[in-house]
T-cell receptor, first 116, second 109 residues
Framework: GAVVSQHPSWVICKSGTSVKIECRSL??????MFWYRQFPKQSLMLMAT?????????EQGVEKDKFLINHASLTLSTLTVTSAHPEDSSFYIC????????????FGPGTRLTVL | QQPVQSPQAVILREGEDAVINCSSS?????VHWYRQKHGEAPVFLMI?????EQKGHEKISASFNEKKQQSSLYLTASQLSYSGTYFC??????????FGQGTTLQVKP
């Protein structure tokens, strides 16, 4: 149980284009999902908290107009990187909390974004 | 505030033991441990919820000293599959998981 999927697993795009990344909880409902970004050889940095049915909460320094988050249902959250630039190239990972009363997060397999 | 892990890197031979420490300047209510292989997402190992609690996962165990605001991960008789980067995570007051900087473990034959 507690499986989280991400799509796509990798994407290469041109500078200025927008990229959408999907995060799905496959066998449980997740009222809260999280989006992280990880640069090479660094730790995971929380970008935003995605809550089903409400606006996402962004961490300090993360541009909400650039990283659009939509939590359309209890099993799906999407992150759209708008007008991507080479400095946005990174490993994007989502996680979901499996059920109430627990704060254990299960991570998706990640999406490697390369912006040319 | 980000928890601090030590050491930053460890190189072992198969069968040797290792300890990875995680400490915080703030009060800890839970500690989460994850392992990440290169190019993959972190995999949940265990969560410790109470001061003094210890848990085990195969030959990997952990302790949590709430009073000292620290946790330690113990890897016993390490296997090649243990190689990766280990992260501890602590829950902030707003419920967010904050990761330490990571400890890279390399197990050699």
């Amino acid at each position: 149980g507690a499986v989280v999927s991400q799509h796509p697993s990798w994407v290469i795009c041109k500078s200025g284009t927008s990229v959408k990344i999907e995060c799905r909880s496959l066998d449980f409902q997740a009222t809260t999902m999280f989006w992280y970004r990880q640069f090479p050889k660094q730790s995971l940095m929380l970008m935003a908290t995605s809550n089903e049915g409400s606006k996402a909460t962004y961490e300090q320094g993360v541009e909400k107009d650039k990283f659009l988050i939509n939590h359309a249902s209890l099993t799906l959250s999407t992150l759209t990187v708008t007008s991507a630039h080479p400095e946005d190239s990174s490993f994007y990972i989502c996680s979901a909390v499996a059920g109430a009363g627990t704060d254990t997060q299960y991570f998706g397999p990640g999406t490697r974004l390369t912006v040319l | 505030q980000q928890p601090v892990q030590s050491p930053q890197a460890v190189i072992l031979r198969e069968g040797e033991d290792a300890v990875i420490n995680c400490s915080s300047s703030k009060a800890l209510y839970s500690v989460h441990w994850y392992r990440q292989k290169h190019g993959e997402a972190p995999v949940f190992l265990m969560i410790l919820l109470k001061g003094g609690e210890q848990k085990g996962h195969e030959k990997i165990s952990a302790s949590f000293n709430e009073k000292k605001q620290q946790s330690s991960l113990y890897l016993t008789a390490s296997q090649l599959s243990y190689s990766g980067t280990y992260f501890c995570g602590t829950i902030s007051g707003t419920g967010k998981l904050i990761f330490g900087q990571g400890t890279t473990l390399q197990v050699k034959p």
